[in-house]
């Protein structure tokens, strides 16, 4: 193919003046960007490619211009030759970072499968809205089928009845269940809105995600209703706390209405005691939210199913298969055992979609959701699910989690070299390199001089490994404590022992070149 230019056709005895990729050409650039993107996804296991080709803004704006496909969309922007897109399509991949790398472990989200980035590709290709059952059968159908999965897995009230949507991300999953919440306990809320009734709060622990408060200011709730529960040492509510603020929110003539639970908390790795919440809202009748975008897979592996144990006493609950299981983003599920109330909550009944008397009309999910517009989310999972079984996915989670023992056990026994910054949990392992110059460290015992210096470490050796390509591992710090590595294990199933150990051994180099005498 070769560069276009503007042709001019006749459509209905108008001349329509034409530029770009013809119809006739479209085929052949289609099939050369599918080999393209096919070489990258089987090239993602690749060790001798980097992690990420580090580049500024300045730097990827001089990188397209070389491709002759500059990032600057201008006034008047002209066609460009299907040569320079081909070359636009291939500099985009090559300075993305390779989230499907075995060192990518920045982020609660990795490799993607080849089954599901298909199933995304195909849901692209079709380019339909899951609003109505009329221009999405197939997606609607789905969509209804893996929600009833996800309930049975979670079990309980679950199995027995809900409902549910695909969401577009986590975060939006917890604000449904806040929503939900708040209109079951108030159900005039909807029209009246918050002025002239009851001064409502949520609680949620202190280590919950920050979704959660950004539900609060959707919702109308406010940030000074947003009650932050202690956690204990390892990160989990603490039930106790819970109760005594339940208690003293109802003394103060407040309405509590909404508990925000977590399973697999974001830096570590935490479950909340699900089953003592659980009897503790039952008791003050507050709807209580499972956020499990993290670590709800572990339902599907019989070695760690037991974290999720309580989880369905809930009344929601927020499920993020683009992370655990290796979905492409975004993949994210919402479901409640609370049949009909998404529809009583956000239902608009726009008469130019929503018609009573149409076909099949009692099968449309977009009056369920507070967007119009959705994509076909659900038929990735679908689709990986059918291909993998319970089975196969009970592996691969099973496996992320005997990696993160693996890191923690090598950590142990380094020999003060890696010190753990908390108790692993489940496939969460925070971590120090200590400096040769602080061995053996205690953070109970460290100075506050020399947590001040191990603070600029972690920082200073990631900046140095992704400069040069190598891993990427996220770092911060919590709760008084200098940063410290936060190491991930999301869909890792080509992750290798043999891979973490190799790792641990660069991170060792790294630091060992950085701070040879504690030069910080």
Same mark, same amino acid.
């Given at each position: 193919?070769?560069?276009?230019?503007a042709?001019?056709?006749?459509?209905?005895?108008?001349?329509?003046?034409?530029?770009?990729?013809?119809?006739?050409?479209?085929?052949?650039?289609?099939?050369k960007?599918?080999?393209?993107?096919?070489?990258?996804?089987?090239?993602?296991?690749?060790?001798?490619? /980097?992690?990420?080709? &580090?580049?500024?803004?300045?730097?990827?704006?001089? !990188?397209? #211009?070389?491709?002759?496909?500059?990032?600057?969309?201008?006034?008047?922007?002209?066609?460009?030759?299907?040569?320079?897109?081909?070359?636009?399509?291939?500099?985009?991949?090559?300075?993305?970072?390779?989230?499907?790398?075995?060192?990518?472990?920045?982020? &609660?989200?990795?490799?993607a499968?080849a089954?599901?980035?298909?199933?995304?590709?195909?849901? =692209?290709?079709?380019?339909?809205?899951? +609003?109505?059952?009329?221009?999405?059968?197939?997606?609607?159908?789905?969509?209804? #089928?893996?929600?009833? $999965?996800?309930?049975?897995?979670?079990?309980?009230?679950?199995?027995?009845?809900?409902?549910?949507?695909?969401?577009p991300?986590?975060?939006?999953?917890?604000?449904?269940?806040?929503?939900?919440?708040?209109?079951?306990?108030? /159900?005039?809320?909807?029209?009246r809105?918050?002025?002239?009734?009851?001064?409502m709060?949520?609680l949620?622990?202190e280590?919950?995600?920050?979704?959660?408060?950004?539900?609060?200011?959707l919702?109308?709730?406010?940030?000074?209703?947003?009650?932050?529960?202690?956690?204990?040492?390892?990160?989990?509510?603490?039930?106790?706390?819970?109760?005594?603020?339940? =208690?003293?929110?109802?003394?103060?003539? $407040?309405? /509590?209405?909404?508990?925000?639970?977590?399973?697999?908390?974001?830096?570590?790795?935490?479950?909340?005691?699900f089953?003592?919440?659980?009897a503790?809202?039952?008791?003050?009748?507050?709807?209580? !939210?499972?956020?499990?975008?993290?670590?709800?897979?572990?339902?599907?592996?019989? #070695? +760690?199913?037991?974290l999720?144990?309580?989880?369905?006493?809930?009344?929601?609950?927020a499920?993020?298969? +683009? $992370?655990?299981?290796?979905?492409?983003?975004?993949?994210s599920?919402?479901?409640?055992?609370?049949?009909?109330? &998404?529809?009583?909550?956000?239902?608009?009944?726009?008469s130019?979609?929503?018609?009573?008397?149409?076909?099949?009309?009692?099968?449309?999910?977009?009056?369920? *959701?507070?967007?119009?517009?959705?994509?076909a989310?659900?038929?990735?999972?679908?689709l990986?699910?059918?291909?993998?079984?319970?089975?196969?996915?009970?592996?691969?989670? *099973? +496996?992320?989690?005997?990696?993160?023992?693996?890191?923690?056990?090598?950590?142990?026994?380094?020999?003060?070299?890696?010190?753990?910054? !908390?108790?692993?949990?489940?496939?969460?392992?925070?971590?120090?390199?200590? /400096?040769?110059?602080?061995r053996?460290?205690?953070?109970?015992t460290?100075?506050?001089q020399?947590?001040?210096?191990?603070? $600029?470490?972690?920082?200073?050796?990631k900046?140095?490994?992704q400069?040069?390509?190598?891993?990427?591992?996220?770092?911060?710090? &919590?709760?008084?404590?200098?940063?410290?590595?936060?190491?991930?294990?999301?869909?890792?199933?080509?992750?290798?022992?043999?891979?973490?150990?190799?790792?641990?051994t660069?991170?060792?180099?790294?630091? *060992?070149?950085?701070?040879p005498?504690?030069?910080?």
């Amino acid at each position: 193919m070769t560069g276009q230019g503007a042709k001019a056709s006749q459509q209905n005895g108008h001349e329509v003046q034409q530029s770009g990729i013809e119809e006739r050409q479209a085929d052949e650039f289609l099939k050369k960007v599918a080999d393209i993107l096919c070489a990258y996804v089987s090239s993602q296991s690749d060790k001798d490619e /980097p992690v990420v080709r &580090l580049a500024n803004p300045d730097v990827l704006k001089q !990188h397209f #211009e070389e491709a002759r496909i500059p990032l600057e969309i201008e006034d008047g922007q002209a066609a460009t030759p299907v040569d320079s897109l081909l070359a636009g399509v291939s500099t985009a991949l090559q300075y993305s970072v390779r989230t499907g790398h075995p060192g990518f472990f920045n982020q &609660l989200y990795a490799r993607a499968d080849a089954v599901s980035i298909a199933a995304d590709w195909l849901a =692209v290709a079709a380019n339909t809205n899951v +609003h109505t059952y009329e221009v999405a059968p197939v997606f609607t159908a789905v969509e209804v #089928e893996v929600l009833s $999965k996800l309930a049975r897995c979670i079990g309980g009230q679950y199995a027995q009845s809900h409902d549910g949507l695909f969401a577009p991300g986590g975060s939006i999953s917890n604000i449904y269940g806040m929503h939900l919440a708040r209109n079951h306990a108030d /159900p005039g809320y909807r029209t009246r809105g918050a002025f002239g009734g009851p001064h409502m709060v949520a609680l949620t622990s202190e280590h919950a995600h920050y979704s959660y408060l950004k539900a609060a200011f959707l919702t109308g709730l406010g940030t000074q209703n947003l009650i932050k529960v202690q956690c204990n040492d390892v990160g989990q509510m603490l039930p106790e706390a819970l109760d005594q603020a339940l =208690v003293l929110a109802k003394e103060q003539g $407040k309405m /509590p209405f909404f508990v925000g639970t977590t399973a697999g908390t974001t830096v570590l790795g935490a479950f909340d005691p699900f089953q003592e919440i659980a009897a503790i809202c039952k008791q003050h009748k507050v709807w209580m !939210h499972v956020d499990g975008c993290w670590g709800a897979a572990a339902l599907l592996s019989p #070695e +760690h199913c037991h974290l999720m144990k309580g989880c369905e006493l809930s009344d929601s609950l927020a499920w993020n298969p +683009h $992370k655990l299981m290796g979905l492409p983003l975004q993949c994210s599920a919402f479901v409640t055992t609370h049949k009909g109330l &998404l529809q009583q909550s956000n239902a608009s009944n726009a008469s130019y979609l929503f018609q009573p008397d149409k076909l099949n009309q009692e099968y449309d999910l977009g009056d369920k *959701t507070i967007q119009c517009g959705r994509r076909a989310d659900a038929f990735k999972l679908w689709l990986a699910w059918k291909a993998y079984g319970d089975q196969g996915y009970g592996a691969r989670v *099973t +496996h992320s989690a005997d990696l993160a023992i693996h890191f923690e056990q090598k950590i142990k026994s380094s020999g003060g070299a890696f010190v753990l910054s !908390h108790p692993r949990s489940f496939v969460n392992v925070c971590f120090w390199w200590i /400096p040769p110059a602080l061995r053996p460290f205690n953070p109970s015992t460290a100075s506050e001089q020399d947590l001040a210096n191990l603070g $600029k470490v972690a920082p200073r050796i990631k900046d140095a490994m992704q400069k040069a390509g190598d891993a990427m591992i996220g770092f911060q710090p &919590l709760q008084g404590l200098p940063n410290f590595f936060r190491i991930v294990f999301p869909s890792a199933w080509t992750v290798s022992t043999a891979d973490l150990d190799a790792l641990m051994t660069r991170i060792d180099a790294f630091g *060992t070149k950085l701070f040879p005498a504690l030069q910080v």
